[in-house]
């Protein structure tokens, strides 16, 4: 998988585009960036596509897309700011060629809709000269309105171009990324999207170490394609047990002390509305669940510890799963192996 990023328009004079409450071709850049340097760490090649001067509009256009061929890239991201005439447009969208509701541009579109943007949609791009022109598929991305005060304000809120490049990224690790099933491009970036919420919920609330969260996710979602992942946002396979929220049906298989298995049909599973949701919750399970109203905590051992085999052996120990072996794996398949003990530290 190579993706070609473009950052919206030259940097100044011919091409530069909209200038509102900040200039258009300054922030194409520090989001685009951001967003590179994101794909980068997650191991996926990056074409930059970003053309800073050029002597006319048509020119700068043409150089782009000249450089997104040359690559043979397969998926080309054009960052941009919307602007309208009366100021008072506001929101995200995303232009594809024909108005095509690419699951990237869609993912796109609805995480940054997260950030507060009212989500205006995919709209029909063909006569844009970077969607019409590119060989590979066109996304052309106005995050927000850079002449909306609103806009602005919640584009400043919500943390700017990190948050900004950040949906984008994770629109993409669950899309075009998720695809190339199997590959290390994929692979890494699944541990990267995972870890850093894990991290975070780790310094917060000090339940369970990143490591083991990433190494359940790995294993229980088989990076991120198992069905519950795809359908149901469910990175782990947790049971409905007093969940009020949203549910998805499906069979389970569980397995025997004596190592046989055996199914039980249309068990109710949790389901969520993203991963990260998904990951906090899975979180809360571990330090609330209980099995006799509150007075003992199932996974007390658990909760807090700060040394990843440990965790991982009171897990099982403490029946979170019925699998055997299920702490061996963790610990020697996924920790070890992708060296997840870097997001504890
Ligand atoms: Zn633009």
């Known amino acids: 998988m190579i993706i070609g990023v473009n950052c919206g328009h030259t940097i100044e004079g011919a091409g530069s585009g909209a200038v509102g409450f900040l200039k258009e071709s300054v922030h194409t850049r520090f989001v685009g960036n951001a967003l590179m340097k994101k794909l980068k760490n997650a191991n996926v090649e990056v074409i930059d596509c970003t053309v800073d001067h050029a002597g006319s509009q048509e020119a700068y256009l043409e150089k782009a897309v000249q450089i997104a061929q040359q690559a043979d890239i397969d998926l080309f991201i054009s960052i941009h700011f919307n602007a309208s005439g009366e100021h008072k ?6 232009y594809t060629y024909g108005g095509k509701r690419h699951n990237e541009a869609v993912a796109i579109c609805s995480h940054l809709q997260k950030l507060g943007f009212v989500n205006r949609g995919i709209k029909d791009g063909s006569g844009l000269y970077v969607i019409r022109k590119t060989k590979a598929k066109a996304i052309l991305i106005e995050v927000c309105f850079c002449d909306n005060d609103e806009d602005i304000a919640i584009y400043k809120r919500a943390g700017a171009q990190e948050a900004a490049a950040d949906a984008i990224f994770n629109a993409l ?38 490591s083991v969260v990433i190494a359940q996710a790995v294993k229980e979602s088989a990076w991120g394609t198992s069905e519950l992942a795809r359908k149901a946002n469910a990175l782990f396979g947790i049971k409905r ?12 298989t569980e397995q025997r002390a004596d190592g046989s298995f055996y199914t039980v049909e249309q068990t109710q599973w949790r389901a969520y509305d993203s991963w990260e949701q998904s990951i906090l919750d899975h979180n809360d399970y571990i330090a609330q669940r209980s099995t006799d109203g509150g007075k003992t905590l199932r996974y007390a051992p658990v909760i807090g510890c700060g040394d990843y085999t440990l965790a991982a052996r009171y897990l099982q120990i403490c029946g979170y799963a019925t699998a055997h072996g299920y702490a061996e794996s963790l610990i020697h398949d996924y ?3 992708y060296q997840l003990m870097r997001f504890d530290k």
């Open 89 to 94: 447009a506001h929101g995200v969208e995303a």
């Open 173 to 210: 690790c669950e899309t075009a990324l998720e695809r190339k099933e199997g590959t290390e491009d994929s692979r890494q970036a699944f541990i990267e999207v995972v870890g850093k919420i894990a991290r975070k919920d780790w310094l917060e609330r000090n339940i369970l170490l990143p």
């Open 241 to 252: 047990n007093g969940w009020d929220g949203r549910i998805y049906v499906k069979d389970a």
């Open 335 to 337: 920790i070890e192996r």
